[in-house]
Nanobody, 125 residues
């Protein structure tokens, strides 16, 4: 199973970005997918996740109402639409996958087994 993130970059505060996580060597119905981030000097935290059936979605409190996770099963790709970005959102963003039967966890990084390489998101004030 391979995951490749894209879509990171530099954006001004208040702006938007859409991250993509393309999966290969796995069918979308097999995996829950989560987005995580690690800001400088901080632990990696879960941002959002979507269950393998797309029937459960979770968001961290810090991103609720601003970020939206979605999946295109035909493209085997999960997206993270990030709006109203602030400097607090600056981090390396990772997508991860896990064969969780129901739901998608909290998400916590120990719940996920497969990881992408990460994509940098920088928000300028």
């Amino acid at each position: 199973l391979r995951l490749v993130e894209s879509g990171g970059g530099l954006v001004q505060s208040g702006g938007s970005l859409r991250l993509s996580c393309a999966a290969s060597d796995v069918t979308p119905d097999e995996i829950a997918v989560g987005w995580f981030r690690r800001a400088p000097g901080k632990d990696r935290e879960g941002v959002s996740c979507i269950s393998r059936r797309d029937d459960r979605i979770e968001y961290a409190d810090s991103v609720k109402g601003r970020f939206t996770i979605s999946r295109d099963k035909a493209k085997n790709t999960v997206y993270l639409q990030m709006n109203s970005l602030t400097t607090e959102d600056k981090a390396v963003y990772y997508c991860a996958a896990a064969q969780i039967p129901d739901g998608c966890g909290q998400p916590k990084d120990y719940e996920y087994d497969y990881w992408g390489q990460g994509t940098q998101v920088t928000v300028s004030s």
